[in-house]
């Protein structure tokens, strides 16, 4: 499991997250789950990227 929510940025062991993953459905990651930092997100008609300044890119 990751250490952080890639929906809120909070530990993953945090708290309550029962909507993140409903609000991740219809959105793209915002935060790093490996290290929680703020992520860059472009989103175009067909699909999003998301990119982490120490970890690099995510696509979906």
Known sequence: MDPFCDH???PAEDGDHA???AAREMEPPR???QCG???VVQVTPRN???RCSVHGVRGG
Request: net charge positive; aromatic share 14%.
């Open 31 to 33: 935060y790093c789950p």
């Open 48 to 50: 999003w990227s998301a």
């Open 19 to 21: 909507a993140c993953p």
């Open 8 to 10: 809120c940025g909070r």
């Open 37 to 39: 930092r703020r992520l």
